[in-house]
C-alpha cells in the first residue's frame, strides 16, 4: 500500500492545517489508520487513530496532547483520511505520518502496529 500524506506547511501559533493521507488504488475504507509525528530530536509519536469504516465502538481515538484541538476523519468518497488540526502551537512542529494499521494489531498507540507507512508532511508552527 502506497500512502501520500500531504496538507503540511507553515502557519502561525493558533492556526489550523487539515492533512490528508491517500492511497490512489487502493481502498482505505477497510483500514484502520494512524497518524503519528516525529519532532527533531525526538522519537516519532502517536496522534490519531481512525477504525475501519463499519466498526461498532469508539471510532476516533487520540494522543493525549492533541485531544480536543486534532480531529481524524475519512472521506471514503475521496479514499483519503484527514487530520484536521486546529490551534496549534510550536511544539506541534514535526513530520507527520499517515500508516495502515495491521489486520491483527494490537495497540493503536505503538508504531510497530502499522505496516504501511507514507513518506511524511512537514509541520511547522511559528510562536
Known amino acids: 500500500v502506497q500512502l501520500q500524506a500531504s496538507g503540511g506547511g507553515l502557519v502561525q501559533a493558533g492556526g489550523s492545517l487539515r492533512l490528508s493521507c491517500a492511497a490512489p488504488g487502493r481502498t482505505l475504507s477497510t483500514y484502520s489508520m494512524g497518524w503519528f509525528r516525529r519532532a527533531p530530536g525526538k522519537e516519532r509519536e502517536f496522534v490519531a487513530h481512525i477504525r475501519r469504516s463499519g466498526w461498532i465502538g469508539v471510532n476516533e481515538l487520540y494522543g493525549a496532547s492533541m485531544k480536543g484541538r486534532f480531529t481524524i476523519s475519512r472521506d471514503n468518497a475521496k479514499n483519503t483520511v484527514f487530520l484536521q488540526m486546529n490551534s496549534l502551537k510550536p511544539e506541534d512542529t514535526a513530520v507527520y505520518y499517515c500508516?495502515?494499521?495491521?489486520?491483527?494489531?494490537?495497540?493503536?498507540?505503538?508504531?510497530?502496529?502499522?505496516?504501511?507507512w507514507g513518506h511524511g508532511t512537514q509541520v511547522t508552527v511559528s510562536s
Open positions: 500508516a495502515t494499521f495491521r489486520a491483527n494489531g494490537g495497540y493503536y498507540e505503538l508504531e510497530g502496529e502499522y505496516d504501511y
